[in-house]
Every structure is written in structure tokens, then in C-alpha cells.
């Protein structure tokens, strides 16, 4: 398996421009996280989906952000406008289960906003 | 609220020596606890876990304790290798049933030769 795909790998845009940022979990998992790091916070969760169904938007910042998953492969993370604080990598992961099920992250998007 | 913390941000080890990498917890309800390593410009990966049922776990030189009294787990890592260099993050389920993992700020570990 080519475990989660996550793209672009750098994105740098100016302020107030949209973002997209995508991933495609490990087939037959049945959970997708995004999580964002930065120095400040540490890696923090932002969203998650059961079966391309949003559960726990919690962490998700603002208004301004907002998380897609149309299908089972395929998952969005929307910023717009985009604002330099939202500078950070952003990870998408994902998992069989929920608990103690192991989540396997992508590599990561850096963005970076001017 | 931080419910799990990891106070050092950074540990510097020799060759061949242990790693000791430590987390706190704030939340007794916690019932389980994993360790992700984390390699520059990678996403973090899976380690070691441990269930409160128990109160150590061993997997080759990696080895996690739990004191749940104390609200405290370990990573001890023996012997220190050069590639083990990395971010070490603590993180715990916030329920069973969720898939919310709450995770420590991270340690960085480096490992010299």
C-alpha cells in the first residue's frame, strides 16, 4: 500500500488567497484526521470523518477553514482566506478504527503565507 | 487545558547509552497511551503502546512504562542508536470510541555518535 497521499507537499501563497490542500487515506480505512503543527501549539487535531461523515470539528480554527470528504479516497482541507498565522504543516492520517486504532499519517503539507 | 504534556523539549544522548523520554497526563479517564516518532519533512509514525491494563510493554530496544498513579508514562529507548534521531510525540486517545488523539508538544531527541 502506498500508505496516506498527501498533496501538494509545499504550497506558498499570499494572504487571502484560497488554499486547498488533499489526501488519500490507506484504502479500507474508515477514519481520516487533519491535524495541523506549528511551534506554538504542537500537533493539534482539527477534524475528523467515520465513513465520509465530519465528527469532531472542534479543533478546526475558523470559519474560514473547512474540511471536505466526498468519497472514501478522497479528502479536502479548504482555507479561505488564507491568513499568514496559518502558516504550519498540515497532516492528513487515517485508521481502521477509532480508540486505540494506529493512525498513519501522511507526509505532510507545508504552507506557508505571505 | 494541556492533558498531555511532555516537559523537555529536547534530550541529547550518546551512542549506545538509554533514552529516557517522558510524558504526563492530566485526564485519569486515559486508558491507553502511543508513542510516534517523527523524522523531518515525514509524517509522524506509529512506535510502541501501552494499555493501562498494563504497566510495561517491550518491543525490541523500545520499552514503554506506564505509572498511573503518577499520570506518567516513559519511552525508554536502549541502546541509543544515531537514527533513532527525532521528534518523539506521547499522545492518548481522548475516549475509546472516538478517534481523537490528544498529543504531548513532542521531544527531540538526538542521538550522537
Known amino acids: 500500500d502506498a500508505g496516506v497521499i498527501q498533496s501538494p507537499r509545499h504550497e506558498v501563497t499570499e494572504m487571502g488567497q484560497e488554499v486547498t490542500l488533499r489526501c488519500k487515506p490507506i484504502?479500507?480505512?474508515?477514519?481520516l484526521f487533519w491535524y495541523r503543527q506549528t511551534m506554538m501549539r504542537g500537533l493539534e487535531l482539527l477534524i475528523y470523518f467515520n465513513n465520509n461523515v465530519p465528527i469532531d470539528d472542534s479543533g478546526m480554527p475558523e470559519d474560514r477553514f473547512s474540511a471536505k470528504m466526498p468519497n472514501a479516497s478522497f479528502s479536502t482541507l479548504k482555507i479561505q482566506p488564507s491568513e499568514p498565522r496559518d502558516s504550519a504543516v498540515y497532516f492528513c492520517a487515517s485508521s481502521l478504527g477509532a480508540g486505540s486504532d494506529t493512525q498513519y499519517f501522511g507526509p505532510g503539507t507545508r504552507l506557508t503565507v505571505l | 487545558d494541556q492533558q498531555v504534556k511532555q516537559n523537555s523539549p529536547s534530550l541529547s544522548v550518546q551512542e549506545g547509552r538509554i533514552s529516557i523520554l517522558n510524558c504526563d497526563y492530566t485526564?485519569?479517564?486515559?486508558?491507553?497511551f502511543l508513542w510516534y516518532k517523527k523524522y523531518p519533512a515525514e509524517g509522524p509514525t506509529f512506535l510502541i503502546s501501552?494499555?493501562?491494563?498494563?504497566d510495561k510493554n517491550e518491543d525490541g530496544r523500545f520499552t514503554v512504562f506506564l505509572n498511573k498513579s503518577a499520570k506518567h508514562l516513559s519511552l525508554h529507548i536502549v541502546p541509543s542508536q544515531p537514527g533513532d534521531s527525532a521528534v518523539y510525540f506521547c499522545?492518548?486517545?481522548?475516549?475509546?470510541?472516538?478517534?481523537?488523539?490528544?498529543f504531548g508538544q513532542g521531544t527531540t531527541l538526538q542521538v550522537k555518535p
Open positions: 484504502s479500507g480505512h474508515d477514519y
Open positions: 501501552i494499555s493501562s491494563i498494563k
Open positions: 485526564n485519569s479517564m486515559f486508558d491507553y
Open positions: 499522545a492518548a486517545p481522548s475516549s475509546s470510541n472516538t478517534g481523537k488523539l490528544i
